[in-house]
């Protein structure tokens, strides 16, 4: 079978990219097909993250393994798409570059069979063009709207570091 995604770049303008691969392919794969279609030399870190219906960014699958080996870590070269979206779970979020932070939702628009002829991985259309700079992203807490007035830009007054309770002459 034969996966058709939309990849949209999260910013103010519509610039996606409509990818159609191969179910068995590997997100390494596909990660290659995504920055290639969008222009990118592919040389920076990146990672996918399995997302829910509303976007929230879930369990990690990492171009590479940048872990303490503590805990076990899914890579792009060892996981297929079939292996994690399907039907019911049509949406990843791929980051590209974690020092600009290239943000693209990722959807499962069809599943459809092979065409006889067709090579894939295959680029079916494009639109818009990537911005010279990666779109800022707002990231707020959810405590941002509970803070006390009088700290409503998130920071302790200096004023009140006599107020910690601790000696500052410790050693």
């Not at 509303?54 to 070269?77: A, C, R």
């Not at 290239?102 to 639109?127: C, D, K, R």
């Amino acid at each position: 079978m034969i996966y058709r995604f939309r990849i949209i770049l999260d910013t103010e303008e519509d610039v996606f990219r409509d990818i159609e691969i191969e179910q068995e392919a590997t997100l390494e794969q596909f990660h290659d097909v995504i920055t290639q279609s969008f222009g990118f030399d592919g040389t920076e870190m990146a990672s996918f993250y399995i997302s829910d219906e509303q976007w929230n960014q879930g369990e990690e699958i990492s171009l590479f393994d940048m872990s303490d080996g503590t805990q076990p870590v899914k890579l792009m070269n060892e996981t297929t798409l079939i292996d994690v979206v399907h039907e019911a779970s049509p949406k990843l979020i791929y980051i590209y570059d974690f020092l600009s932070m290239w943000t693209f939702l990722v959807e499962l628009a069809e599943i459809a069979e092979y065409e006889s002829g067709m090579e894939y991985p295959n680029v079916m259309f494009v639109h818009g063009q990537l911005p010279d700079q990666a779109p800022d992203k707002e990231f707020k807490s959810d405590q941002s709207d509970e803070m006390d007035e009088d700290h409503d830009d998130g920071f302790m007054d200096l004023d009140e570091y006599d107020d910690l309770g601790f000696d500052e002459h410790w050693n």
